[in-house]
């Protein structure tokens, strides 16, 4: 499996404090199944804002002392960017704010409960320049809860969705949980990955959830979210998205009540 989504370099933004840590958390990945960790830490400029050269150093330490220790686990680089007016020129500057520095992918962050303003047209106006904008946990902003045909009408556009793990599982609770596998029954949810940040209370795990989604749209196709599409995105290469599911009856029912 490959984790898309993990905040495992230590000491440079809320994620490990130290290398150790930091290998501890290559070791739950790696005993998960996972072989393939893109390191994203967190980028926002004025409060977290790492150089390439740094991200990259850290990447080569961790990954030497996981090998040292028989970890078999790939590091790739990557970020959770942050959604701000500065976004399209940072994305030109820093190297590793592309998932796996390919200029292609990108981790895009909002803040926990809000979505700024014109946010759409905003991701839109980056995916028409080349980049594709990848929302992060959309289930756990409170924004998106309550507007979830926001997601419909960029998806169809080509902008891609990551749930977390934890949200599947119900560790982060019950509305997120929901809202998680209405993503998933509606084809808006492409990518399923950790957001771990830590070796103890967010670990990189992957195996449960991706179980749990698959009860709800198929072994196959839940696997898929941890294999097949992130495949595609570490090597910059096209996914065709799978076509959406429309909100009818039931469905939208409960998302009005929620
Ligand atoms: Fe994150």
């Known amino acids: 499996m490959i984790d898309l989504h993990c905040h495992i370099l230590p000491g440079i ?19 998960d199944g996972i072989k393939t960790i893109v390191a994203t830490p967190h980028f926002n400029p004025g409060t ?15 990954g030497a002392k996981a090998k040292e220790r028989g970890i078999d686990v790939r590091i790739l680089p990557g970020a959770d960017v942050s959604v701000t007016p500065e976004l399209p020129a940072y994305l030109k500057k820093e190297e590793y704010l592309t998932i796996n520095r390919t200029g292609r992918y ?16 905003f991701l839109l106006s980056i995916l028409n320049s080349g980049t594709i904008p990848v929302i992060t946990h959309p289930e756990r902003n409170l924004w998106f809860l309550e507007h979830p045909n926001s997601l419909y009408d960029v998806v169809k556009k080509g902008v891609m969705v990551q749930v977390t ?14 809202f998680s596998i209405y993503l ?23 195996s449960h959830a991706v179980r749990m989604a698959g009860d709800v749209i198929g072994k196959e196709r839940a696997y898929a979210l941890v294999t097949s599409i992130p495949a595609a995105i570490i ?7 799978p076509e959406l599911i429309e909100p009818v009856g039931q469905k939208k029912r409960w998302l009005q009540r929620v």
């Open 106 to 121: 990108f981790l895009a962050e909002f803040p926990a409960a809000s979505a700024p303003p014109g946010w759409d047209m």
């Open 165 to 178: 793990a934890m949200s599947i599982t119900g560790d982060l609770g019950e509305d997120i949980q929901k």
């Open 235 to 241: 090597e910059g290469r096209h996914v065709s998205l």
């Open 13 to 31: 933004d809320d994620g490990p404090e130290t290398i150790d840590e930091a290998v501890d958390m290559c070791r739950i990945a790696s005993a």
């Open 184 to 206: 998933l029954k509606h084809n808006l949810a492409h990518v399923i990955a950790s957001d771990a940040h830590s070796a103890t209370y967010r670990q990189p795990l992957l």
């Open 48 to 62: 977290y804002e790492n150089s390439s050269e740094k991200v990259f150093r850290l990447i080569d330490e961790l």
